[in-house]
């Protein structure tokens, strides 16, 4: 079945230091892969959808400057925290589906998700 | 996408089946019922999906009733290691959209 690979599983850093976290089909395609963050005890929600060769959308109140996005190929997106804080803190997850979930219904698949701790 | 509803919580117990219920009334002709899971610290797992046929897979059945307004995820044999919590998502099948994840209903398996 499809595969999302996602990188590092968990990163502890100091306040201010920026953070890249890898997001890769391994087996499929995608020209469209989501960021999605997770809170403690909290549902996830969508941060931003990734596009291959073009900009990312980001969802009402994600700084776009706060959070990097870049999906340079179609099997890898990635996403840099700048200068973290403490407040960023969270579990960062990525999903993606072959063709863009556009042939077939093929349905989301996710990485294994980043832990982020800023001290 | 159609807004669903799940009972928060659940308990089972190990070896018995899991029935894990989701109501989406308003759901229209073109979406279909997905559901994953999600394990403590780990990414969502996708587990099956369907738009009005039963379906079966090797993790878990999908019966969705004939009017479409509601579902149930089965989980023939649950194990300790189906404790999760799982997640019944609606939207139109095929659309490049991402998820969106209500809160879902905590499974608990017990020993």
């Known amino acids: 079945g499809a595969v999302v690979s996602q990188h590092p599983s968990r990163v502890i850093c100091k306040s201010g230091t920026s953070v890249k976290i890898e997001c890769r089909s391994l087996?499929?395609?995608?020209?469209?892969m989501f960021w999605y963050r997770q809170f403690p005890k909290k549902s996830l929600m969508l941060m931003a959808t990734?596009?291959?060769?073009?900009?990312?959308?980001?969802e009402q109140g994600v700084e776009k400057d706060k959070f990097l996005i870049n999906h340079a190929s179609l099997t890898l997106s990635t996403l840099t925290v700048t200068s973290a804080h403490p407040e960023d803190s969270s579990f960062y997850i990525c999903?993606?589906?072959?063709?863009?979930?556009?042939?077939?219904?093929?349905?989301?698949?996710f990485g294994d998700g980043t832990r982020l701790s800023i001290l | 996408d159609a807004k669903t509803t799940q009972p928060p919580s659940m308990d089972c117990a190990e070896g018995r089946a899991a029935n894990l219920p989701c109501n989406h009334s308003?759901?229209?002709?073109?979406?279909?019922v997905y559901w994953y899971r999600q394990i403590h610290s780990q990414g969502p797992q996708y587990i099956i999906h369907g738009l009005k046929n039963n379906e079966t897979n090797e993790m878990a059945s999908l019966i969705i009733t004939e009017d479409r307004k509601s579902s149930t995820l089965i989980l023939p044999h649950a194990t300790l290691r189906d404790t999760a919590v799982y997640y019944c998502?609606?939207?139109?099948?095929?659309?490049?959209?991402?998820?969106?994840f209500g809160k879902g209903t905590k499974l608990s398996v017990k020993p």
């Open positions: 990734s596009n291959e060769g073009s900009k990312a959308t980001y």
């Open positions: 999903s993606a589906a072959p063709g863009g979930g556009v042939r077939g219904n093929q349905p989301q698949h």
């Open positions: 998502i609606v939207r139109v099948g095929g659309s490049q959209g991402n998820l969106i």
């Open positions: 308003t759901i229209s002709g073109n979406e279909y």
């Open positions: 087996d499929f395609q995608a020209t469209t």
